[in-house]
């Protein structure tokens, strides 16, 4: 999630202070993750500075000075090409259970050990979410929902990949003992 542009949405509501930003933020979106203060702030300052959000108000009294920041037309452009924006999805090959499991392989070491401990994580991790769904709100039902879907998409590749195993770490050996055969190495 860019959390700049989750603040930039939570300001388009309506004129908001930091503050508030974050307590909507940490209610509305991320109640498992709370929002440092100094993030809010930095963000809102660089709107500013982007031209995204501009400043309504300024009130003084015997702590800081509080401001409360509007959203500016730039701002509205921002955040409506974000929303319209699919979502890049990410390489499969970067992933860092991939590459786990992969160095496993090459160098000898157990890579079925390495599933069999993310499938017991990915399991213990669904256990949580579910019992968590029980009486859950809409909006925190369809972020677990959300959560629990790509668990459950890993657990399958998971178990597509521990069937896999062996023929990934021949083709890795035949293609490493070419290499070797290659540069003289007689490992």
Do not use: C
């Not at 989750?6 to 509501?13: F, K, N, Y």
């Not at 963000?43 to 400043?55: N, V």
């Not at 993310?118 to 369809?142: D, F, K, N, W, Y």
């Amino acid at each position: 999630m860019s959390t700049a542009h989750a603040l930039l949405g939570l300001l388009d509501r309506s004129p908001a202070y930091g503050y508030s930003l974050k307590q909507d933020f940490d209610q509305l979106l991320a109640p498992e993750r709370p929002l440092a203060f100094g993030q809010v702030y930095s963000s809102l300052a660089r709107f500013e500075r982007q031209g995204w959000a501009e400043i309504l108000t300024v009130e003084s009294g015997s702590g800081p000075e509080r401001k409360l920041y509007g959203i500016t037309p730039d701002g509205v452009a921002e955040l409506e090409n974000w929303i319209s924006t699919p979502q890049a999805t990410g390489a499969f090959s970067a992933s860092t259970l991939f590459v786990r499991i992969s160095i496993a392989l090459l160098s000898g070491r157990d890579a079925q050990e390495v599933l069999t401990a993310q499938r017991e994580s990915h399991m213990v991790r669904m256990r949580e979410l579910t019992i968590r769904r029980r009486g859950a709100e809409p909006a925190l039902l369809l972020q677990l929902d959300y959560e629990l879907t790509h668990l459950d998409a890993d657990l399958r590749w998971i178990q597509e990949a521990g069937q896999r195993l062996d023929a990934l770490r021949t083709q890795w050996q035949d293609a490493a003992g070419a290499r070797s055969e290659e540069t003289g190495d007689r490992r």
